[in-house]
């Protein structure tokens, strides 16, 4: 069994918040009810109460293309089968209460938390019910600002979690992670793909890739179809600053990758000799870090669709793509338009159907990206902490999948300084990495007016 209490930072209980999930989704409803609205709206696409920083900004340094040594560091637990222990769990969400109103009794800003948390808890059913586990959940608001998350930090109920899922503003999570470090409790990060965020946090785990993983995923997947010599990365002047990311992934022998650096607020490729990255007889490829401009990635596909002629080319984009609806379908179908994604959800599942059946009927809406996310992490951690116990973040590297609907975990230790290989550094070394982080990423190719997995 599992409990679940729903509370504010201040301690208040909002156990009311699971019946105005409708209430958050349908805007138009202006008070408070318990009776479930049955009409579904559209789902929000990306769990992102804030603007996130920008990306170009971040600087990391991750492990070299050799795998460290994989072992336990001294004094690690032996691994007990799960003997009805009861864990307890904390999810930080940003319910965004304090921000009611007579008008608006639940924030809509709220909805991505609502979601992702009612996704948890069916998970948490599902753990419960199949798995035979005792699991004692603590709900808190971690609202918005700073200042409300930093007293939230010193709520005993926070205190007496053994893991935490949550938050989602970068900078809760950072200050969170500084907390953690300290007290020992897991931390789980399920959405700020952030780099360089924590050190020597062994317990710090990041279930959403960063930008180097993306890149990573990108680069692998153009090289295991194309000579090196084909690949072109191109960008603005202000994203310069992402293409090492691709030239380190370029394993070393291979010939660096082409750049074509343009200025900034470029709207028109006319000037720029793109005919000269063509390669006569096979496929040229083209990769653009880009997410913010659609008008950019327009003017780059548009002139290359003019110069390429019969020439075969393919073109790798950023994960914001998907929502691009500036541009005509066409040029991602004629251009053989690749994404890189953090998530992919196949519906006709029979588990993704399942879930959409059991999400609406637990909350009369469909179920958004956010549901799927809190399903998918919580079921990952409650079902390692039955394998693993409080440990198991030491073994999430070499543990075995665990299913999910629309996420894929695949865990790698991230280190500030890599150990140098041939340098005699001892497994204990080489086990202080800073963070895990989750390094798998989808590449999604538009086929028929839709992105699916790329062969």
């Given amino acids: 069994m599992y409990k679940t209490t729903l509370s504010l930072h201040s301690g208040i209980l909002v156990a009311l918040l699971g019946s105005l999930l409708w209430t958050a989704c349908d805007p138009s409803k202006r008070a408070v ?34 795998t460290p040594p994989i072992g336990n560091a001294p004094g690690t637990p032996v691994f007990e089968p799960y003997a009805g222990q009861t864990y307890r769990l904390a999810l930080l969400l940003p319910f965004l209460t304090d921000q009611a109103s007579p008008d608006a009794p639940v924030p809509l800003r709220s909805t991505p938390a ?20 005792n699991l004692s959940v603590e709900v808190l608001d971690t609202r918005f600002s700073d200042a409300d998350f930093t007293r939230l930090l010193r709520n ?94 370029n394993p070393t022998g291979n010939p660096r990758f082409a750049e074509l650096v343009v200025p900034d607020g470029t709207t028109s490729f006319d000037a720029f000799n793109l005919k000269k990255y063509l390669k006569p007889g096979r496929r040229s490829v083209f990769i653009l870090p880009t997410w913010s401009s659609q008008d950019f990635v327009m003017a780059f596909l548009q002139q290359l669709r003019t110069v390429k002629g019969d020439a075969e080319v393919a073109v790798y984009g ?62 990952l951690v409650g079902t390692m902490l039955k394998r693993y116990g409080l440990s198991f973040p030491q073994q999430l590297t070499v543990a075995e999948p665990v299913v999910s609907l629309q996420n894929q975990f695949q865990f790698a230790k991230v280190y500030a300084t890599p150990p140098e290989a041939g340098t005699g550094a001892d497994t204990d070394l080489m086990n202080r990495y800073d963070y895990l982080e989750n390094i798998h990423v989808f590449i999604l190719k538009f086929e028929n007016y839709q992105f699916v997995p790329a062969e």
């Fill in 33 to 66: 009810s318990t009776t479930p609205n049955r009409k579904p709206v559209p789902s929000r696409p990306t769990m992102r109460p804030e603007t996130p920083a920008p990306m170009d900004t971040i600087r990391w340094t991750t492990a070299p293309a050799a």
């Fill in 114 to 133: 609502l979601h992702f948390y009612s996704g948890a808890q069916l998970a948490l059913q599902k753990l419960s019910t199949e798995e035979g586990m």
């Fill in 156 to 249: 005993p109920r926070l205190e007496k979690a053994q893991v935490i899922i949550g938050p989602i503003r970068s900078s809760h999570v950072n200050l969170l992670a500084a907390q953690t470090q300290k007290t020992g409790q897991i931390l789980v990060s399920p959405e700020s793909p952030i780099m360089s965020l924590t050190s020597q946090n062994p317990d710090f785990i990041q279930t959403n890739p960063s930008l180097r993983a993306h890149c990573l995923a990108i680069t692998r997947h153009a090289l295991e179809r194309n000579l090196p010599d084909a690949i072109t990365l191109v960008c603005q002047q202000k994203e310069a600053n992402r293409l090492p990311y691709f030239q380190e992934a």
């Fill in 318 to 379: 950023m994960p914001q793509w998907r929502g691009f609806e500036q541009i005509e379908p066409e040029y991602f179908q004629v251009m053989q338009v690749h994404i890189s994604s953090a998530s992919y959800l196949d519906r006709n599942t029979p588990e993704a159907q399942a879930f959409r059946e059991a999400f609406y009927e637990a909350t009369g809406t469909v179920p958004n990206e956010d549901a799927y996310t809190g399903y998918d992490v919580t079921l």
